[in-house]
């Protein structure tokens, strides 16, 4: 079993991803800013964003149901919940014993899932939009997302993340090719599942084109703002990932107070810097052509098609 | 140091590989154009460090070749000639199959060359058992966009992958063979491109196209 320390350092894995999540949105909006040679708002912006949505009011349509109002909450949970199975700077979560990484991507579905159902509720033409886009994506997204789970659950034995993290943690990247194809296969999954920008452009509100923000047209308030925080720790949550199976350097694996640091301020760094080459590809394309897209999606099915067969060499 | 020689195989392998999936994803001839010569620039590569796993030097001028005429002479070549032709011939708009099946279709080729490779029944080294379905699977993919796409100028661009397929395959299984050849091959291919590309810019001012389905048509005027 676990000591209370390692269930302590669980816990505070868990509530650092929630509470840094918004941190890593607002690096990103600030390389955007610079990018566009904009001074851009403080990386502490999304903090104020939300402070100051929790303190409006919220306005709700009366012709909504309840699935309206309970979406932000189940929003909001499903993805918290999802943050506790992230091994952060611990090679190990002590919550892994409850769940595994087709775990935290059920919890990602489920949240996706009542989005949707959320943007059809109020019935405005938007919603059903964004909803349909949103639907097309993620089951184009669903078998490339797998494709990868499955080789790197191949590779490391297991699809628990403490099982992988710790393997990847001791092993080197070298022996294994099909990492490869199964990292240009997660990073493109990353900006799907996210909305970054070739599948929906994140800093719009008014256009046509728009999916996320298109099920979410409706929401003030509170809910806007779990809305927006969920929404960020989906994006640390997946980077968190995609830097801890792909470069686990200065991970710690043991519980000291030195190697625990290390393995904080490498994961942060690793994390805003990935955060930044993110925001510096987005300045650089513009949004595809929504039935161009299922290319980008074919384009990670493809690749970590290939991993598989160089797995099973 | 043999372990670490076969990753640096491996890996380079599999960076051949997403060069060549560079050509098949794309659409444009410039990008195509761009594609092959980032794919010729990663062969040189492979190249390289097969004359430094198999301690032959004669590979590494092979290798220098490869660099200068596939990825500097070729591409220069291509786009000189190709400078006055309509924007409208360099983009395939249509091709027989769409761009996402041709890429799962590439991704089927790369798993048949290496189900095919592991059935040949015969002794190797790593080098062999490592590059050879690559250089098989850049063979296959070049056929797929030879008879995939419907303008003289991109199937050009298919033939130059097969032939950096069969490169790499000699280059594997033979381990360098004499340079003579080698720099016969090359010019051989320099040559072969001078006179298709001659040959496409007048097919491209006769028939105001560069289809291939009207090139098979009879003429009724």
Request: proline share 0%; aromatic share 0%.
């Given at each position: 079993m676990y000591s209370i320390a390692e269930i302590l350092i669980g816990v505070i894995q868990g509530l650092a991803i929630i509470l840094l999540s918004p941190l890593i949105t607002g690096i990103m909006q600030k390389t955007k800013a610079r990018t566009q040679k904009r001074i851009g708002a403080t990386i502490l912006q999304p903090y104020y964003d939300i402070i100051k949505l929790i303190k409006k009011d919220e306005v709700v349509s009366d012709q909504s149901s309840w699935i309206f109002k309970v979406c932000p909450w189940i929003n909001f949970v499903a993805l918290a919940t999802a943050a506790f199975f992230i091994p952060l700077f611990l090679t190990y979560s002590p919550f892994g014993l409850a769940g595994d990484l087709l775990l935290v991507v059920g919890l990602f579905a489920l949240a996706r899932f009542f989005t949707m159902l959320a943007g059809l509720d109020v019935a405005s033409s938007f919603g059903g939009l964004g909803s349909s886009r949103e639907m097309m994506f993620s089951a184009l997204l669903e078998p490339a997302l797998f494709l990868t789970i499955f080789i790197v659950a191949l590779t490391y034995g297991g699809t628990n993340l403490s099982t992988i993290v710790a393997a990847v943690a001791g092993a080197t990247l070298l022996p294994h090719p099909q990492l490869i194809f199964a990292a240009i296969a997660m990073f493109i999954i990353v900006l799907g599942e996210t909305g970054r920008l070739p599948f929906d452009n994140p800093a719009t509100h008014l256009e046509l084109t728009m999916v996320h923000e298109a099920m979410v047209l409706e929401y003030s308030g509170k809910s806007l703002a779990l809305i927006e925080w969920s929404q960020a720790i989906k994006l640390m949550i997946l980077l968190a990932l995609v830097v801890n199976i792909f470069a686990p350097w200065g991970?710690?694996?043991?519980?000291t107070v030195a190697t625990l640091g290390i393995g904080f301020i490498s994961l942060v760094a690793k994390i805003s810097l990935l955060a930044v080459i993110i925001a510096y590809l987005e300045s650089t394309i513009a949004k595809w052509r929504l039935f161009r897209i299922p290319d980008l999606i074919t384009i990670a099915i493809a690749s970590s098609m290939i991993g598989m067969v160089l797995y099973y060499l | 140091m043999e372990s670490i020689q076969l990753d640096i195989l491996t890996i380079s392998g599999s960076v051949l590989l997403i060069a060549t999936f560079g050509v098949v994803a794309r659409r444009g001839f410039m990008d195509w154009l761009n594609a092959y010569r980032h794919q010729s620039i990663v062969l040189a590569g492979v190249t390289a460090i097969i004359g430094y796993v198999t301690g032959i030097w004669e590979i590494y001028i092979a290798a220098v070749l490869t660099l200068l005429v596939k990825s500097i002479a070729i591409p220069k070549i291509l786009t000189y000639v190709t400078r006055r032709l309509d924007i409208e011939f360099k983009t395939e708009t249509n091709p027989y199959i769409s761009l996402r099946t041709s890429i799962i279709i590439s991704a089927l080729l790369v798993a048949l060359s290496y189900f095919l490779t592991q059935q040949i029944p015969f002794r190797s080294d790593q080098v062999v058992n490592v590059l050879l379905p690559v250089s098989m699977a850049q063979f296959f993919i070049g056929l797929f966009v030879l008879v995939n796409r419907r303008t003289v100028l991109s199937q050009v661009v298919g033939l130059l992958i097969i032939e950096n397929g069969l490169f790499l395959f000699t280059m594997v299984l033979t381990h360098g063979v004499s340079l003579i050849i080698e720099i016969g091959i090359l010019v051989d291919i320099l040559v072969g491109i001078v006179i298709s590309s001659i040959l496409l810019f007048r097919i491209g001012r006769t028939f105001d196209s560069l289809d291939v389905t009207n090139l098979a048509n009879l003429r009724d005027d």
């Open positions: 991970i710690s694996s043991s519980i | -």
